[in-house]
């Protein structure tokens, strides 16, 4: 269902290869369910526009969802589950909005509903979680969730492009979408440390109300400064289980450079899952792209032909996110364009023992010493309240 970049991908992997000594069964494509027409595809005899020749054929035993978004995704992929049909999706909304109801409802009739490819395009993460590390409580996860966002920030870091440079170099390259709103405003990242956490606490969080902040207001001075500090600037998933719920949030940080996420550039993705037993263990590789992501649908498919059905990921309803304002953060602050000589008084008045990075009449940087969060944030707002309105001011948190 759905003949975009990932559905098509979804049909040329299979079409190269049955997957018989894998799967022990073929595994071929029956039908194709799209509103747009594909004469000139090779598979042109496949295509159908009613939901109901995939819905009432009985030889059909998988249908893979990559509509994307909420409305009919999610009514084809009940009515499918419903008919005792097993769902492979890459639909990270979904999943993140409807997981637990469709977990559910897969279980209650027997059938699978997998989404490996919803985090981290061809990066085994999901099966991992829920099979390798099951004998694991999970602390917490930390990663860099998005392709998009990772190749600007990267090419802002080396070219020296600024932020509208290197979104229209990543639009080029068919690495962003022409609204890239969902990756530049951390949406897409939300959805899916919703999705890491539900897997690892066990209850289904509301993506919608985890903190999210993109990089849209990410500077190419901001980065050269933190670059001169030691750090590098990555767009982070974040979330935490806490004795009250489940502490989440997206957002830029400032990573040390010796950070295991400091590192990762362009298009690849990268997450660190603290676990009780093995530790801190890191999951790297390409985190988006037509072939990888239909890789890891296909692999799903495989997987229910193998298992028959049996196990899966699962979490229920009822999920409970936490404020958290930590003891000991630092954050890097970033003044643009500031004309009043005061500034400089004020910054070591209301943030004594910082460290300054830059310190001329054009920007002031410097990065706080620890201390409560709200406490530094009451700070920030402090010090708008002395800038003149032509200034530009950035806070970022520091990691580490």
């Not at 049909?11 to 018989?20: D, G, H, L, Q, Y």
């Not at 993460?125 to 996860?141: G, K, M, T």
């Not at 209301?350 to 002031?364: P, Q, R, S, T």
Request: proline share 3%; aromatic share 6%.
């Amino acid at each position: 269902m759905g003949y975009g970049t990932v559905g098509s991908g979804v049909v040329e992997v299979i079409s190269a290869n049955s997957f018989k000594k894998k799967a022990g069964e073929g595994l071929c494509v029956k039908a194709i369910l799209d509103i747009r027409d594909f004469a000139d595809s090779p598979f042109s005899n496949l295509f159908t526009k009613d939901f109901n020749v995939i819905l009432n054929d009985c030889e059909i035993d998988i249908v893979v969802e990559t509509i994307g978004g909420i409305s009919p995704a999610f009514e084809f992929t009940k009515s499918a589950l419903e008919s005792k049909k097993s769902v492979v999706t890459s639909n990270k909304e979904l999943v993140a909005a409807k997981g637990a109801e469709l977990i559910k409802t897969a279980r209650e009739n027997g059938v699978s509903y997998l989404f490996e490819a919803s985090v981290g395009g061809g990066i085994p993460i999901i099966r991992p979680l829920n099979n390798c590390l099951a004998a694991n409580e999970i602390y917490e996860i930390t990663g860099i969730l998005n392709g998009t966002t990772n190749y600007i920030l990267t090419q802002m870091a080396k070219s020296g492009q600024s932020f509208k440079e290197a979104l229209a170099a990543a639009q080029e390259k068919g690495y962003a979408e022409q609204d890239p709103s969902d990756d530049i405003e951390g949406v897409d990242t939300c959805r899916k440390i919703a999705i890491l956490s539900a897997l690892s606490y066990g209850k289904q969080l509301e993506s919608d109300k985890i903190p999210t902040k993109g990089i849209t207001n990410i500077t190419l001075k901001d980065i050269l400064l933190a670059k001169k500090a030691g750090y590098a600037i990555k767009l982070i998933g974040k979330s935490k289980k806490t004795k009250d719920g489940v502490y989440a949030f997206v957002s830029p940080l400032l990573l040390p450079e010796e950070h295991p996420l400091a590192g990762v550039e362009d298009v690849f993705n990268a997450i660190v899952v603290q676990a009780s037993a093995t530790g801190d263990v890191m999951f790297y590789g390409k985190g988006a792209g037509k072939m990888p992501t239909a890789s890891a649908v296909v692999a799903d498919c495989i997987d229910i032909i193998k298992h028959n059905n049996s196990g899966g990921p699962t979490w229920e309803d009822g999920g409970v996110l936490t404020v958290v304002n930590p003891d000991d953060v630092k954050y890097f602050i970033h003044i643009q364009h500031h004309k009043n000589e005061d500034i400089k008084n004020l910054v070591d008045k209301l943030f004594k023992g910082a460290k300054w990075v830059e310190k001329n009449d054009d920007d002031i940087a410097f990065i706080t010493d620890k201390a409560n969060e709200k406490d530094i944030l009451n700070g920030i707002n402090e010090l708008k309240k002395g800038l003149g309105d032509s200034a530009a001011l950035t806070s970022i948190r520091v990691e580490g």
